[in-house]
């Protein structure tokens, strides 16, 4: 009886676990983008539903923080939340530079050649991560900035 007692202990501190750390992983989200110039951010998870306001960048990065059915519920940088059908998101890497005067460097150093000073909000399509560093495309700009200084999908 005493092993039978043991075992169903277990076994209930393991379901407990699985459900606890589930739960922490569903609320952490990850990222995709925008993938059209025009996407409606909606109240809730159907087209019936009023739209909120319209996006009209191209790549933006988006939280993905819930799901239903061909929606998905996402927060925007400036912490806007609402509905998105799944055909109007991309898993372009693209991300925000978080950091005002942000140096855009030729190589994945701080002691190479720098390039431009990137404001915050500055837009960037991800090439490639290495390390702690991007390689970033911004306007007419292509070089490498650190990955701490990008908020988005690396």
């Known amino acids: 009886v005493l092993i039978i007692f043991f075992m169903l202990k277990r076994i209930i501190f393991f379901f407990i676990f699985i459900l606890f750390f589930n739960h922490l ?38 939280l993905v923080i819930d799901k239903s059915y ?16 799944v055909s109007q998101l991309s898993k372009k890497k693209a991300a925000l530079n978080i950091e005002n005067k942000s140096i855009l460097f030729q190589k994945p150093s701080q002691y190479s050649k720098p390039l431009v000073f990137l404001e915050k909000g500055r837009l960037c399509l991800v090439k490639k991560c290495k390390n702690n560093w991007c390689k970033i495309k911004t306007g007419e700009y292509t070089g490498w900035i650190e990955k701490k200084k990008l908020k988005g999908r690396l």
Request: charged share 25%.
């Open 70 to 85: 061909n929606f998905r519920k996402i927060i925007d940088h400036e912490n806007n939340s609402g509905w998105i059908h």
């Open 25 to 62: 992983y569903a609320q952490s989200g990850y990222y995709l983008t925008l993938r059209g110039d025009k996407v409606n951010l909606r109240q809730g998870p159907s087209l019936e539903h009023s739209i909120k306001l319209i996006y009209k960048k191209k790549f933006l990065p988006v």
